[in-house]
């Protein structure tokens, strides 16, 4: 089973987006911001195989996330701002198709 460490700063994202992930058969780990992200994955050998990631949260965009993960973990940022959906960015909201076509082109590219 694959892992995905899915950001959002909004709780009912994360409930609703974690939920989504797991009946698509993924296993998944929450994490409110990208600090908190880097505590969990710092301190515990996780096996991780993609990070998803909201781009507009405080203190830590998706964008600085992805460059902390780079190079350790495939990084797949979603967002509902119209100005920011572009190519490789997963728009929200989303259906179960789009969300695991994006994950899997996002882990083949990192393959």
Do not use: W
């Not at 990631?53 to 998706?62: E, R, T, V």
């Not at 992805?66 to 701002?81: D, E, I, N």
């Amino acid at each position: 089973m694959q892992t995905v460490l899915l950001i959002d700063d909004d709780p009912s994202i994360c409930r609703s987006v974690g939920r989504l992930l797991r009946f698509l058969g993924f296993q998944v780990l929450s994490a409110s911001s990208g600090a908190e992200a880097l505590v969990m994955v710092g301190g515990v050998d996780i096996e991780i195989d993609l990070v998803l990631s909201d781009i507009q949260m405080p203190n830590m965009s998706g964008h600085e996330i992805a460059a902390a993960f780079a190079g350790r973990y495939p990084v797949l940022l979603m967002s509902g701002a119209l100005e920011q959906q572009r190519n490789g960015i997963l728009a929200k909201p989303f259906t179960p198709t789009e969300l695991l076509k994006h994950i899997q082109n996002t882990l083949r590219v990192a393959a």
